[in-house]
Nanobody
C-alpha cells in the first residue's frame, strides 16, 4: 500500500503563490504517474495536473496552464505543485493521486489507485 500526504495549503490573496507537496510512504512511486485534482464545495473533483514517472511529460488542465507547474523528486518520493497567479476560483481542496492511467487519460480520476486526504487552498479576492 502507498500512503500519500499533502501539505502546503493555506490562505493566500489573489495573485499570490503556494507550493503544494505530496509525500509518499509505505511504498515508493514505482513507475506510477502522479496527479493533482481539486474539489470545490458542491462540485466534482477535477483534474489539475499530472506527471509521468520520468517527469518528461506534464499535463495540465486548461484552467491552470501557464500558472501551475507540477514536478517530482523520485529520490524523495515527493511530487510538487507550484501554483502562481492564484485566483479566487482556484479555491478548493487539493488532492494528490498516484496510479497508472490508461493511455494518456491522465485527467481521469478512475485511473488512480492511491489518494491523499487533501489540503485546503483558499484564495481571497
Amino acid at each position: 500500500q502507498m500512503q500519500l500526504v499533502e501539505s502546503g495549503g493555506g490562505l493566500v490573496q489573489a495573485g499570490g503563490s503556494l507550493r503544494l507537496s505530496c509525500a509518499a510512504s509505505g511504498r515508493t512511486f514505482g513507475n506510477n504517474a502522479e496527479a493533482w485534482f481539486r474539489q470545490a464545495p458542491g462540485k466534482e473533483r477535477d483534474f489539475v495536473a499530472a506527471i509521468t514517472w520520468s517527469g518528461s511529460n506534464p499535463y495540465y488542465a486548461d484552467s491552470v496552464k501557464g500558472r501551475f507547474f507540477i514536478s517530482r523528486d523520485n529520490a524523495k518520493n515527493t511530487v510538487y505543485l507550484q501554483m502562481n497567479s492564484l485566483k479566487p476560483e482556484d479555491t478548493a481542496v487539493y488532492y494528490c493521486a498516484a496510479g497508472r492511467p490508461r493511455g494518456s487519460a491522465y485527467y481521469d480520476l478512475r485511473g488512480y489507485d492511491y489518494w491523499g486526504q487533501g489540503t485546503q487552498v483558499t484564495v481571497s479576492s
